[in-house]
Nanobody, 116 residues
């Protein structure tokens, strides 16, 4: 299983970016996909996750109301729409895929930089 992220870049505070993650297998074979991020000197943290079959979502408190995770099962892709970006959102964003019971896959990451 391979995951390829895209869409990162440099944006001013208050701006928007949309990240995409294409997975090499059908999303129907994956239980949960998500976005995580890691800033320098900090631990990787969950940003948002989505159950691929039902579309059920969960967000970190820090991004609720600003970020939206979605999926397009026909394209084997998930997205992260990020609005009202803040400098503290700057990090490397990673796409993940979890296949029960124990398979866990990660993309290479895409850098998001937010200038104040």
């Amino acid at each position: 299983v391979q995951l390829v992220e895209s869409g990162g870049g440099l944006v001013q505070a208050g701006g928007s970016l949309r990240l995409s993650c294409v997975v090499s297998v059908s999303t129907f074979s994956i239980n949960v996909m998500g976005w995580y991020r890691q800033a320098p000197g900090k631990q990787r943290e969950m940003v948002a996750i989505i159950t691929t079959r039902t579309g059920s979502t969960k967000y970190a408190d820090s991004v609720k109301g600003r970020f939206t995770i979605s999926r397009d099962n026909a394209k084997n892709t998930i997205y992260l729409q990020m609005n009202s970006l803040k400098p503290e959102d700057a990090a490397v964003y990673y796409c993940s895929a979890f296949i029960a019971p124990t398979e866990d896959y990660w993309g290479q990451g895409t850098q998001v930089t937010v200038s104040s």
